[in-house]
């Protein structure tokens, strides 16, 4: 396996990872590789299903997607394992080639996918299924079968947790330089203070009182 595609599969996997944890109708079932090139997913996005000439709601969808030995220079083999009726989607394939490119992240395109599955996005001019086109055409009205905005910025909640995970005041927040009380209290300058009997012990604003424990423990003993 060449070192691009190994950077690459890995790269996708860390933001699948992280688009699961943070999306609400993205679930997964399960991957294959090390690291992945095949993943199983649920999505959770409002569409259509035919059944015999009457066209149900769905909720819940199985995709697949297969990563294949040209990827990313070739696009991803995508395709839902349960019935969709959709301009762009056929039981062997979901058509995204009109759109791919190598510098398009796997996160995205799942998000894409979904927002297919809404008919926020489709194309009746190149259709997989001429049926479903037709339906569009004819039915303009009652699309997006889900308004749900299904794009978010992974990156965004990333860079968020980054900063979440700094060092705080443990009384005000701040991520300011830190020190600890003699109870162990992280805290900033601003909640840290001498202790009023020795003055030389930090007290903490957290622990309620202004002495510290060693004068407090003194006190008791005398």
């Given at each position: 396996m060449s070192s691009i595609r190994l950077t690459r599969l890995q790269s996708?996997?860390?933001?699948?990872?992280?688009?699961?944890?943070?999306?609400?109708?993205?679930?997964?079932?399960?991957?294959?590789?090390?690291?992945?090139?095949?993943?199983?997913?649920?999505?959770?996005?409002?569409?259509?299903?035919?059944?015999?000439?009457?066209?149900?709601?769905?909720?819940?969808?199985?995709?697949e997607i297969k990563l294949p030995r040209g990827y990313p220079r070739d696009a991803p083999v995508c395709r839902l394992l349960t019935p969709v009726f959709h301009p762009n989607i056929a039981p062997h394939a979901v058509c995204i080639t009109d759109h791919w490119t190598a510098a398009e992240s796997l996160d995205n395109l799942i998000m894409r996918i979904c927002e297919m599955l809404a008919f926020q996005n489709y194309n009746i001019k190149s259709p997989l299924n001429g049926d479903a086109a037709r339906w569009v055409e004819e039915h303009l009205d009652q699309i997006p079968t889900d308004k749900e905005e299904f794009f978010l910025d992974v990156d965004h909640f990333s860079a968020a947790e980054s900063r979440n995970s700094e060092p705080a005041c443990a009384n005000c927040g701040s991520l300011s330089s830190l020190n600890l009380c003699d109870a162990g209290h992280a805290l900033c300058a601003d909640c840290l203070i001498d202790c009023e009997k020795c003055q030389t012990t930090a007290a903490c604003l957290l622990c309620g009182t202004l002495v510290c424990s060693q004068c407090i423990q003194s006190a008791r003993t005398e």
């Amino acid at each position: 396996m060449s070192s691009i595609r190994l950077t690459r599969l890995q790269s996708d996997y860390e933001a699948v990872r992280r688009l699961v944890h943070r999306h609400s109708k993205i679930e997964t079932e399960g991957v294959s590789g090390n690291p992945p090139d095949v993943y199983r997913l649920f999505l959770l996005v409002r569409s259509l299903q035919q059944r015999g000439d009457e066209l149900l709601f769905v909720d819940r969808h199985r995709l697949e997607i297969k990563l294949p030995r040209g990827y990313p220079r070739d696009a991803p083999v995508c395709r839902l394992l349960t019935p969709v009726f959709h301009p762009n989607i056929a039981p062997h394939a979901v058509c995204i080639t009109d759109h791919w490119t190598a510098a398009e992240s796997l996160d995205n395109l799942i998000m894409r996918i979904c927002e297919m599955l809404a008919f926020q996005n489709y194309n009746i001019k190149s259709p997989l299924n001429g049926d479903a086109a037709r339906w569009v055409e004819e039915h303009l009205d009652q699309i997006p079968t889900d308004k749900e905005e299904f794009f978010l910025d992974v990156d965004h909640f990333s860079a968020a947790e980054s900063r979440n995970s700094e060092p705080a005041c443990a009384n005000c927040g701040s991520l300011s330089s830190l020190n600890l009380c003699d109870a162990g209290h992280a805290l900033c300058a601003d909640c840290l203070i001498d202790c009023e009997k020795c003055q030389t012990t930090a007290a903490c604003l957290l622990c309620g009182t202004l002495v510290c424990s060693q004068c407090i423990q003194s006190a008791r003993t005398e």
